[in-house]
């Protein structure tokens, strides 16, 4: 398994990925990608197996519901308030040993931290029909 992580999160991410092991994760900045438009990202990162990491779960769910296979997505959110980049690396680490290992091929699992500081995971499948 292997990640690429949204421009608009932190670089720290991908080493946050590395130091679990997954060693070929990368930053879209770092792939000459910044300011790329979403559908060239998300092709991207299906023509890459990469697990797109990335807090704007709106767009890029319905980018991944037009790929018939693709590697998955993690979207770190919050309930309430902004999100500070140090809150999305705690969220990944959080994510990263739950996955257990198991791609999330055509998943979307989404990382929340509510109003009462509980995080949960929700993976599910996306699209939730098949083609």
């Not at 421009?7 to 900045?29: D, F, K, M």
Request: net charge negative.
């Amino acid at each position: 398994m292997k990640f690429l992580v949204d421009e608009y999160l932190s670089p720290e991410l991908v080493h946050i990925a590395r130091q679990s092991g997954y060693h070929e994760s990368t930053h879209v900045n770092w792939l000459g990608l910044t300011s790329a438009a979403d559908w060239v990202l998300m092709g991207r990162a299906v023509d890459g197996g990469y697990v797109l990491v990335t807090s704007n779960r709106t767009d890029f769910r319905a980018l991944a519901a037009r790929e018939p296979l693709h590697a998955g997505l993690i979207c770190p959110n919050v309930e309430a308030g902004d999100i500070e980049p140090e809150t999305f690396n705690r969220l990944f680490a959080y994510a990263l040993p739950r996955l257990r290992g198991i791609e999330p091929i055509n998943e979307v699992v989404e990382v929340t931290l509510s109003r009462d500081g509980d995080v949960r995971m929700n993976r599910y499948d996306w699209p939730s029909e098949p083609f």
